[in-house]
């Protein structure tokens, strides 16, 4: 059994925090959520708010020795609100520095640009942000999801089957 982390924030893309949630604790891992305080937060579903989901830890709480992989939902509004949060972006390079895989999908690698994990690495995004990874170094392509290193990353919420087949791959 491995420990997931799953950091997020109000605005997260429903699906992109719900379906890896359930299918890792349905494989038998623990999850945990992180977000800037402890307690619930809200979805963005779509074209409006979705169901919340409580966060058990705050952020500057946890660290990565405590997981075995952080896995990053995307959104619009999550992975901007995270990208200004100084203690989530640490955890990010905390993640990386422990050579342990980070996850990210849609608007996350956002995230991965601003801890400076994108630079030098293959990765796919959001169609929108594929720019500001090129951007920040990164190769752009556009697959259901790529691997570099300990970095994972997928476009869309259409891809979550071979996300999350990634993030297992990588705990195994």
Known sequence: ???????????????ELFVPLEKLKDAGHQVDIAAPKAGEIKAWD???W?????????????????????????GVINPDNLRTD????????????A???VAAICHAPWL?????????????????IRTDMKNAGAEVVDEKV??????ITSRKPDDLDAFVGAIEDALR
């Open 146 to 151: 790529v691997v570099d290193g300990g970095i």
């Open 46 to 48: 779509k074209d409006d």
């Open 99 to 101: 050579e342990k895989p």
């Open 50 to 74: 979705g169901k919340p989901v409580t966060a058990d830890k705050a952020i500057a709480d946890v660290g990565a020795g405590e997981y075995d992989i952080l896995v990053l939902p995307g």
């Open 1 to 15: 059994m491995a420990k997931v982390l799953i950091m997020a924030s109000d605005g997260f893309e429903q699906s």
């Open 112 to 128: 991965l640009a601003e801890a400076g994990l994108a630079k030098g690495k293959r990765l796919t995004s959001y169609e929108s």
């Open 86 to 97: 100084q203690s989530a972006i640490a955890l990010i390079r905390s993640f990386a520095d």
